[in-house]
């Protein structure tokens, strides 16, 4: 493994990384997730990177009031090199494990400013950028990419920006910025990825289960599975990774777990200056992915999307997670067929 990459929880395990995903990932949601069963590695949302801008303040609360036991690498995204290798270096002056470069958020806003995932539309920018940065990053510097914009012509330019700078590891999502989060994730670029790079690989995209974390990692031959809305539904996922990778009983939730868990969310995004119906439609970009386990008929998912204050989530959530027996029911392995959080997505 690369010389700047933490040590797992367990030696032996497979690697894993909780996804950086925007308005998601924040603070009080990875304390959440350490305390139900943490990764390896965790990411900040991305520090939006431009000339004459500062690191964000509430970002930063998830490195400098990081209690999770587990090390942060910080995420940054923009188009700028300078910019960016020198954010990279100010961001070492806190307690980071590394920083990441996003070359993969595939939202309009995003890409249409030429960051992100539209980075991929332009290879020589990406080796310029990649480069500056290097030069800056004193410590760990990884990347997150996905295999192109429109179509993956762009990844092997890419990859080949990655072994020429020396970058520590290299996180790929499996599709273009144009699929977002549809269709099937390309796993073979992966294995050429991983043939021909030094440094390790984590697979990112449709890990929906530790069963399917394990496969693609013994199929593709990368060293780390990076899970992001498969551990807003499952987060339980990581510890469920571990233990299989171990030969070990693999631990299975029941719809109870689901329950205390929702309470966990609630209690760790209260804010008294926030009103309730704002903290619930919040909670509500966590609670369609849960969802997605916890009935086969999407009942549970059509019914909490429609909640409008606290009462009225916790009845929902105690007439399909707790009542009549519910809440020793298993919680799904896998999402559902059919059971969408959002049309198209996963």
Known sequence: MSRTLPDPIEAGAIRTALAPMQNVTDHAFLHVIAEIGPPDYFFTEYFSVHSTTSLDGETLRSITENETGRPIYAQVLGNDPAALAQAAASLEDYPVAGVDLNLGCPAPKIYKRNAGGGLMRDSALVDEIIAAMREKVKGSFSVKCRLGFADDSPFDACVESVARHNVDFLTIHGRTVKQMYRGEVDYQSMKRAVE??????????????AAVAVQVLQDTGCQGAMIGRGAIRNPWIFRQIREKSLGREVFRPTLLDVRQYIERLNQAKFNPSVGDRYRIAHLKRYLIFIGEGVDPEG????????????SDLFRVCDQYLVDGGNGAKPFADEPFPGVTARPNQE
């Not at 021909?196 to 289960?209: E, Q, Y």
């Not at 009942?299 to 606290?310: H, N």
């Open 196 to 209: 021909r790079l030094d440094c390790p690989v984590f697979a990112n995209g449709n890990l929906t289960s």
């Open 299 to 310: 009942q549970f998912l059509f019914d909490v999307r429609r909640v409008k204050d606290e």
